[in-house]
């Protein structure tokens, strides 16, 4: 699977929006861009996924560039909750055992 | 549901003793999978199986021994536990291995190795 590349750590201030970026400049065709999150003390849980278009669910939105070599989650309004490590992850749908192959993510801490 | 529920939540083992992790899903999941978390890293994947009496290995199986006897238990055997493996252990569970199926994850197992 292809690597991505994440910012270590950011902030942001409660209720405000957070765009958290991801750089996959190798990114192929056939590789999708999936976002996990991992609250302290938990497993991880699944945010959102895309191929080419925008996403939008219950939880985030998903922005991914034209080129398909970077995306961005955005969180619209930003509460304690969200301080989480996000994780940015690319799965290719030709591989059948759907395997995840997570990097150090970005560990967003949010301000009150 | 319960979702996906692991045991023990934590556990203290000397070298060379042996222990099994269990996981358990209630969502009729045909996959199945554990990592592991050592700090300050991402999740690593150890084995994994596709369906029951199916495993395979994945990133670092090492070590580490796994059955799948039952569609909704995937265990996981150290045989002669090392420091190495000191780390915390998640399972997770999917529906198939499409790509709109996401991986839902347990609150995992914390393993100390001395």
């Known amino acids: 699977d292809a690597k991505t590349t994440q910012p270590n750590s950011m902030e942001s201030n409660e209720e405000e929006p957070v765009h958290l970026p991801c750089n996959h400049s190798?990114?192929?065709?056939?590789?999708?861009i999936h976002w996990y999150r991992q609250l302290p003390s938990q497993g991880p849980e699944y945010v959102i996924h895309g191929l080419t278009s925008n996403v939008n669910n219950r939880m985030a939105s998903l922005a991914i560039a034209e080129d398909r070599k970077s995306s961005t989650l955005i969180l619209h309004r930003a509460t304690l909750r969200d301080a989480a490590v996000y994780y940015c992850?690319?799965?290719?749908?030709?591989?059948?055992?759907?395997?995840?192959?997570f990097g150090t993510g970005t560990r967003l801490t949010v301000i009150p | 549901n319960a979702g996906v529920t692991q045991t023990p939540k934590f556990r203290v083992l000397k070298t060379g003793q042996s222990m099994t992790l269990l996981c358990a899903q209630d969502?009729?999941?045909?996959?199945m999978y554990w990592y592991r978390q050592d700090p300050g890293m991402g999740l690593r994947l150890i084995h994994y199986s596709v369906g029951e009496g199916t495993t395979a290995k994945g990133e670092v199986p090492d070590g580490y021994n796994v059955s799948r006897l039952k569609k909704q238990n995937f265990l996981l055997g150290l045989e002669s536990a090392a420091p190495s493996q000191t780390s915390v252990y998640f399972c997770a569970s999917t529906l198939a291995g499409g790509l709109r199926n996401e991986q839902f994850f347990g609150p995992g197992t914390r393993l100390t190795v001395l």
């Open positions: 969502m009729n999941h045909e996959y």
């Open positions: 190798t990114i192929s065709g056939t590789d999708y």
């Open positions: 992850i690319l799965r290719d749908y030709q591989t059948g055992a759907n395997n995840l192959f």
